[in-house]
């Protein structure tokens, strides 16, 4: 259910995500409260600083 707007091309994506997983993503902290409604596209940008583990525990969280 995932979709990229854009292709990736920085420490930034365009992405849509199912409402759940929005919500999880909230809940766990991993990105804040969304703005518009729930089929609208999320820019989601990445910290330089950002660990290799950070984008681990990223992804362990998106996939439940």
């Known amino acids: 259910g995932v979709a990229f707007d854009y292709e990736p ?14 919500e999880t993503l909230v809940r766990e902290g991993m990105i804040g409260a969304p703005v518009g409604q729930p089929d609208e596209g999320l ?22």
């Open 43 to 64: 820019r989601l940008v990445c910290d330089w600083s950002v660990t290799k583990d950070d984008v681990e525990r990223f992804l362990a969280v998106a996939r439940g």
């Open 9 to 22: 091309q920085a420490n930034m994506l365009f992405v849509r995500l199912p409402t759940d997983l929005r």
